[in-house]
């Protein structure tokens, strides 16, 4: 509702906001000497010049709230929230969340940043996108220190056929090593398939139907807060740093959830949900990782928007790792997950970097189509392969006796190839 400025610059607008940004938007303003109607202009602006989609706010329990804005803006506001089909409520939240994000205070002078997302993918089953997930996840973990000097001894051991296969020198590797800047970090793994193989690797019990897990907060089903499903990794390597959130079995309906959810929630953003459900807890990490089921419905969609660029973030900070294997097949499903990406960062006006490909399960006794394929992978435009992963007997007995990798075998080959994969994917 609006009505005339007394001085006919403006027209007074009465809308509501939840409590806690009509606060944080009071002290925004005044933090960078503006009046509110001129914060709100701003935030409304911008929102309205985005084309991309943003993820919905929690509105329940929304204050009346009222300011004055330039005249014929709330209209094309009140236009904008119908195309997008989201309430006037939900877009004035939107507007304003979007705007407290991008003018932080001025007196953070470390502001607190948002966890690195990665995202573990790839249309093809069985390449190790669990494998690398969890094992880059533990490098992440552990601490720092201990990952500088096994990386060390590992360098100084690596053989030219291993730098052959990546493209790299020892030097190379060793300035890496030099600029270490992961470990001891809080680091969170989401086991996003529900097939659960990682929650089974860690001895981790699926959640079964009828609870509350990671598909009910994204379809807004939830009844609990979504940390009471987390689960830590308990082992002393990684300092109680580690956590889990296991697999559901109510993930193999996802995507019929998501399009059904859609249709019957107005405004409700199918590809925001992963991020909807996983933004409440994300200050309590400096890491999230998705090991990602072997799909390309909406469920994908959702993964790999969350993994996208946020406002402000630098590029390769977040993104999307691809693990394949040397040979055709998983070729051809890496093009089809490529596919997949470039179609949503057109559609949605979205920025998802590669952060590298992983070629795993590699044996150079194959011949021919392992060598050329190895090769076919380093050379792709626009990626890197990050490192390659022997086919060794290491990872196999770790998820036989239901113990983390690095835990397991600290100082094998696998280990700290690992390592090397969190040193090359850190930006």
Not at 237 to 248: E, K, S, T, W, Y
Not at 257 to 271: D, M, N, V
Not at 289 to 309: E, T
């Amino acid at each position: 509702m609006a009505s005339p400025y007394p001085d006919g610059d403006r027209e007074k607008v009465a809308s509501k906001l939840p409590s806690v940004l009509q606060q944080q938007l009071k002290v925004r303003a005044a933090e960078l000497s503006l009046d509110i109607q001129e914060a709100v202009e701003a935030a409304i602006t911008a929102w309205r010049a985005t084309e991309r989609p943003g993820f919905e706010v929690d509105t329940a329990g929304a204050k009346s709230f009222s300011t004055w804005l330039p005249p014929g803006l709330y209209e094309h506001f009140k236009t904008t929230c119908t195309a997008r089909d989201v309430s006037y409520i939900q877009g004035l939240a939107q507007s304003i969340r979007d705007w407290l994000d991008d003018n932080p205070s001025p007196k953070d002078a470390v502001a607190p940043s948002e966890p690195r997302r990665i995202i573990s993918a790839n249309q093809k089953g069985g390449v190790g996108k669990t494998a690398v997930a969890l094992g880059v996840g533990e490098a992440y973990a552990e601490d720092r220190e201990v990952s500088r000097k096994a990386l060390t001894g590992f360098l100084e051991d690596i053989s030219y056929s291993d730098l052959k296969r990546i493209g790299k020198t020892r030097g190379d590797l060793q300035d890496q090593l030099a600029a270490l800047t992961f470990g001891g970090n809080r680091v969170l793994v989401v086991d996003y398939d529900p097939q659960s193989h990682l929650s089974d690797q860690l001895g981790i019990p699926q959640i079964p139907p009828g609870h509350d897990s990671l598909v009910t907060h994204m379809v807004g089903d939830a009844e609990s807060d979504l940390r009471n499903l987390i689960v830590t990794v308990d082992d002393p390597r990684f300092g109680g740093r580690l956590h889990v959130l296991p697999g559901a079995f109510d993930g193999f309906v996802l995507d019929s959830k998501l399009a059904l959810t859609a249709a019957q929630s107005r405004g409700f953003q199918k590809e925001a949900s992963l991020e909807r459900a996983l933004r409440p807890i994300e200050a309590d990490y400096d890491i999230i990782l998705i090991d990602c089921p072997p799909s390309l419905g909406l469920a994908m969609d959702a993964a790999l928007y969350y993994g996208r660029r946020r406002r402000n973030e630098k590029p390769q900070r977040s993104g999307v790792l691809i693990p394949v294997q040397a040979e055709d097949s998983s070729a051809t499903a890496y093009n089809m997950l490529v596919d997949q990406i470039e179609d949503l960062r057109k559609d949605l006006s979205i920025d998802i970097d590669y952060l590298g490909l992983v070629v795993n399960q590699y044996d150079a006794r194959r011949g021919y189509v392992a060598t050329s394929s190895l090769d076919q992978w380093n050379n792709i435009n626009d990626q890197q392969v990050l490192a390659v992963l022997d086919d060794l007997k290491e990872q196999r007995e770790a998820v036989r006796v239901k113990k983390p990798l690095l835990s397991y075998a600290p100082s094998s080959k696998q280990a700290n190839t690992m390592r090397m994969i969190a040193m090359g994917a850190a930006r």
